[in-house]
């Protein structure tokens, strides 16, 4: 089993930044793949960003490309998703995941948080 929390959301003005980060326990965090999903009011649930176990490989979807990076560190079991140029669009509860495989899959994963709120404001 593993455990995640995040934190780091909030309310920010749109073209501000914001970071959220997940600290996961109860497993070896460097052999899970991490990554982000979110759901906004109304919305399906759905991916944003991963990062592979091994060779950091990342991925994102084209509605955040260009604007948000994630990363890790595996010292502090931690996955880091920073986020600039927010539009509204962005606000969603965002849910960081893991899932053993070598990569998040974007149709969901073995692990879920209980999310954090991130707002956008126009």
């Keep these: 089993q593993v455990q995640l929390v995040e934190s780091g959301g909030g309310l920010v003005q749109a073209g501000g930044s914001l970071r959220v980060s997940c600290v996961a326990s109860g497993r070896t965090f460097s052999s899970y793949s991490m990554g982000w999903f979110r759901q906004a009011p109304g919305k399906q649930r759905e991916f944003v960003s991963a990062i592979s176990w091994v060779g950091g490989r990342t991925s994102y979807a084209d509605s955040v490309k260009g604007r948000f990076t994630i990363s890790r ?28 495989r070598a990569m998040i899959r974007t149709n969901g994963a073995d692990y879920w948080g209980q999310g954090t709120q991130v707002t956008v404001s126009s």
């Design 73 to 100: 560190d595996n010292a502090k079991n931690t996955v880091y998703l920073q986020m600039n140029s927010l539009k509204p669009e962005d606000t969603a509860v965002y849910y960081c995941v893991a899932d053993p």
